[in-house]
């Protein structure tokens, strides 16, 4: 495949939805052959290598620290292992028992086994926190957590505030005010606010709140914010309402988050995302039970309308596309044709000229409006 075949491709993947490559670059014996081996490797070797590992770690380390007849004895010894074994240079020895029980807790979680991972990943964030390892108390918080989230046990809501809110605080604090990792504040948010919503329920309100929590910290960059401000219409958008109409729904909400979604995206010049959150909003808009979505509401119309204008002008005209006659081309009282490569519309203008009577540019050159508004407010959506 050519650059520039390859090049038409990724823009009509990134201009089309619903595109799925279909290029074959190996034979189809040789990919069912790789996945074979990928699959007997992980199941015969990789699997079974780890199983045994945590068996080990977990019967050598945890149980002392999990152990209820020496639980005393061994908090009280853990308090001066964690300050030895923590380096002032930042990190744990690999042959420390808060190293060991780390990759107990991080094996745990790839085997699935979110109760000895949850377990482990709680006794850990003690430790960290009496080392002042802050790194690490706040990676233990966010997987603790991510842990707590992935099992298939119910979570009131009283338990979601005693723990699940607790230990992302504390992670997200940890991340972004301690250790200047805007990043892994991000991440722990993020995974939190999509495992959220799959609970459904009251989680999904939760999910919403820390989405907005996230955007209220002002961590996220351009692209980010628009990106969370879509995850987060999608959230509202996932709640289902109860009776024939809907009561509990968040439609509304949803509708708003793309409408903000389209005009971050528009501020950026990326108008083909801007116009899908667009026609997001205006659907779950006409899916509400009276079926006027915004008509009474003229703030937020007409915020919708110079939206839409503004994306359909961009989309039919893109950037560095001249729309105008050039000036060259008037009439200053000369007929003058100008031979500029550049100018296509005065080539074809001469051209025509050979078979007939010499054509003046027209007197008048209308300038066709540009819709230039600025932020649009958000109160006619609240």
């Given amino acids: 495949m050519s650059a520039s075949e390859e090049l038409a491709e990724i823009r009509r993947s990134e201009n089309d939805e619903d595109f799925e490559d279909p290029s074959r670059y190996i034979f189809e014996s040789d ?6 081996f990928v699959r007997e490797m992980l199941m015969q070797s990789i699997i079974p290598t780890m199983e045994r590992h945590a068996t080990i770690w977990n019967d050598q380390v945890a149980s002392r620290r999990f152990g209820s007849s020496s639980r005393s004895s061994s908090n009280s010894n853990n308090v001066n292992t964690s300050k030895d074994g923590y380096d002032p240079s930042g990190f744990y020895r690999a042959d420390t028992s808060e190293a060991i029980m780390r990759k107990l807790a991080d094996f745990a979680f790839m085997l699935r086994d979110w109760k000895l991972a949850h377990s482990t990943y709680d006794l850990l964030r003690s430790d960290f926190s009496e080392s ?15 842990s707590l989230l ?3 046990q119910q979570l009131t809501s009283k338990s ?5 809110d607790q230990m992302l605080e504390s992670a997200f604090y940890s991340y972004n005010t301690r250790c200047s990792s805007p990043y892994g504040a991000t991440r722990t948010l993020i995974l939190a606010q999509e495992l959220l919503r799959l609970r459904g329920g009251s989680s999904i309100d939760d999910a919403a709140r820390w989405c907005t929590r996230l955007l209220e910290s002002k961590i996220l960059g351009r692209i980010g914010d628009a990106l969370v401000k879509e995850r987060l219409a999608i959230c509202y958008a996932s709640k289902p309402g109860v009776g024939s109409w809907s009561w509990g729904s968040r439609r509304r909400k949803s509708a708003a988050w793309s409408v903000f979604a ?10 083909i995302p801007a116009q899908r ?5 205006k659907r779950m808009y006409e899916t509400l039970p009276h079926g006027q979505g915004i008509s009474r509401f003229a703030s937020a119309r007409e915020t919708m309308d110079s939206l839409q204008r503004e994306l359909t002008e961009k989309l039919e005209f893109p950037a ?25 519309r005065s080539r074809r203008a001469s051209n025509l000229a050979r078979g007939g009577a010499l054509e003046t540019a027209p ?16 109160e006619g959506f609240e």
């Fill in 132 to 146: 002042k390892a802050w790194k690490y108390h706040a990676a233990t918080n966010e997987m603790a957590a991510l």
């Fill in 363 to 378: 007197l008048h050159n209308e300038e066709m409006s540009k819709d230039t508004n600025e932020d649009i407010d958000k």
């Fill in 150 to 152: 992935l099992m298939p």
């Fill in 160 to 164: 979601r505030a005693e723990t699940v």
């Fill in 277 to 281: 959150c667009l026609n997001e909003a």
């Fill in 31 to 36: 990919a069912t052959a790789i996945r074979t």
């Fill in 320 to 344: 560095g596309h001249d729309r105008s006659i050039p000036e060259d081309a008037i009439d200053d009282g000369i007929d003058e044709e100008s031979e500029a490569l550049t100018d296509m």
């Fill in 262 to 271: 389209a005009r971050a995206w528009a501020q950026q010049s990326k108008h």
